[in-house]
T-cell receptor, first 117, second 112 residues
């Protein structure tokens, strides 16, 4: 099946710094990627939808200036957490779909665990 | 997106079949029924999906009620590696975004 890879898998940073997380589709082109956040013992929450070559669409309550999403190519989307604070500590997961249809499966990355000190 | 209802948790014995139920009484005609699972500290993994007919793949089977208001994910022989949170999600086949909205899922424990 298709493979989606995230990097880094774990990152620890100081409060006030920015962190970039990469999401790559390794063997297919992803016109659309999705970013999720998951707090401990909770379900995944959709943060934004990233479309190649255009601005991301953010879910209600997600600050677009804090969570910068760039989808510059068909195989790479990045999420930058700017001026991170301890409450931003979470498990960030990306996913991608093959093609443009909505009837097939989505492929998920391994997740990136962010800890802000 | 239409909502789904799943039990919070279930237990199974190793090498026995497991039936994970899901209710989706407000499902629309274009909603596909998707199942994903998430092992601890990993991203979700696709299990199976269907629209109206029952589906089988190497991982599991999906039984869909005739009125489509409920479905059951069947793991034929549970292994310890099947311990995970299983999510039943409705995905609108006609919507342009195509994202998945996750509920709380069912945490499956498998006893040796």
């Amino acid at each position: 099946g298709a493979v989606v890879s995230q990097h880094p898998s774990r990152v620890i940073c100081k409060s006030g710094t920015s962190v970039k997380i990469e999401c790559r589709s390794l063997d297919f082109q992803a016109t659309t990627m999705f970013w999720y956040r998951q707090f401990p013992k909770q379900s995944l929450m959709l943060m934004a939808t990233s479309n190649e070559g255009s601005k991301a669409t953010y879910e209600q309550g997600v600050e677009k200036d804090k969570f910068l999403i760039n989808h510059a190519s068909l195989t790479l989307s990045t999420l930058t957490v700017t001026s991170a604070h301890p409450e931003d500590s979470s498990f960030y997961i990306c996913s991608a779909r093959v093609g443009t249809g909505n009837t097939g499966e989505l492929f998920f990355g391994e997740g990136s665990r962010l800890t802000v000190l | 997106d239409a909502k789904t209802t799943q039990p919070n948790s279930m237990e199974s014995n190793e090498e026995e079949p497991v039936h994970l139920p899901c209710n989706h009484s407000t499902i629309s005609g274009t909603d596909y029924i998707h199942w994903y699972r998430q092992l601890p500290s990993q991203g979700p993994e696709y299990v199976i999906h269907g629209l109206t007919s029952n589906v089988n793949n190497r991982m599991a089977s999906l039984a869909i009620a005739e009125d489509r208001k409920s479905s059951t994910l069947i793991l034929h022989r549970a292994t310890l590696r099947d311990a995970a949170v299983y999510y039943c999600i409705l995905r609108d086949g006609g919507r342009s975004q195509g994202n998945l909205i996750f509920g709380k899922g069912t945490k499956l424990s498998v006893k040796p």
